[in-house]
């Protein structure tokens, strides 16, 4: 196919048919790229990182508060 042609191939295809499972698979394949960029985006934050770290410490040492509901859950985030 020439390049000159090309254009005109494009331009004319205005849709196109897919079987369902291959736009379900697409959409399965689209969403674990955009899981492992924000992974990604994590990991390469340095900040955060740091603070994922401190907060896994301090649930090993059972350092965190269990609120039941909305009512404890402001009153925890109050204090």
């Known amino acids: 196919m020439s390049i000159a042609y090309r254009p005109k191939l ?12 291959v736009v379900e ?6 969403a674990r790229f955009a899981e492992l960029f924000e992974t ?7 900040k955060t990182l740091r603070r994922i770290r401190q907060e896994e410490a301090q649930y090993r040492r ?4 269990v609120a039941k509901g909305a009512r404890e859950i402001r009153k925890v985030l109050s204090t």
């Open 25 to 30: 698979e697409m959409y399965r394949a689209s």
């Open 40 to 46: 990604l985006e994590i990991l390469l934050d340095k």
């Open 10 to 21: 494009v331009a004319a295809t205005q849709t196109i048919k897919l079987p369902k499972d």
């Open 62 to 65: 059972r350092q965190y508060v």
